[in-house]
């Protein structure tokens, strides 16, 4: 098994690093590549990138969904892991993904907890073991191998947000299953120190609903999303 993983940035300069450090102490053999797909950051993000070895490449327009799939593009390995530039997979990540695809899992992702001990955010936590679709997204970390990914068209780059929902949602339309494993990610709760809980929670609610009726455009999603957080 040879795992690229595709983290999507724009200005992480204040956490890349440990992200990156984390990935390269723990992912082991199983990891030939790390790719930095950046959306055009105007911090050090790409200087600190290129210090850590990793492979920085520059996307053509910033966006989640569009990120992703450009470094997938560009990867080699016959295993892709999507992980958010904020976000440390468990610490046996790259054995846990190789362990359920030997099972027959073809993708799949990880529970997470959040970086505080706030209760609420823990009560957010305690719902990624279940496999709601609704709970699906957001800040789960993604596995998938690679001739799966470009058989079901990969992320579509016209999602700029909710692309994990999309493929998703695909997927699941096409026949395809995920594994939910029980080790935890850890994400990073600065989106909740800058906003209430409360706020958070809402604009997700909306963003989630606004999606799945299709009642805007991603992009028009994008903006109403940003009015609604800081």
Known sequence: ?????????????????????????????????????????????????KEMGVTVVTSPETGRGLQIHFGAR??????LYFVHADTLPPITF?????????????????QYCFDSSRFLLRINA?????????TQGGDRTFFIRRETYFTLGGYDPEHIMM???DFLRRAKKAGYNFAMLPCKCIVSARKYERNSWLRVQVA???AFNLWSWSLVTPKELKVIYRQILR
């Open 1 to 49: 098994m040879e795992i690229s993983v595709i983290i999507p940035t724009k200005n992480e300069a204040h956490h890349i690093c440990k992200t990156l450090r984390y990935i390269q102490q723990h992912g082991g053999p199983q990891i030939v590549e790390i790719i930095v797909v950046d959306g055009g950051s105007d911090d050090e993000t790409v200087s600190l990138c």
């Open 74 to 79: 560009q990867s080699k390995g016959n295993v």
């Open 94 to 110: 790259s054995a846990d993904i190789e362990r359920a695809l030997s099972s027959g899992w073809l993708m799949g992702n990880f």
């Open 126 to 134: 305690f719902f990624t073991r279940f496999r709601w679709f609704f």
């Open 163 to 165: 692309e994990e929902y």
């Open 204 to 206: 997700n609610a909306i």
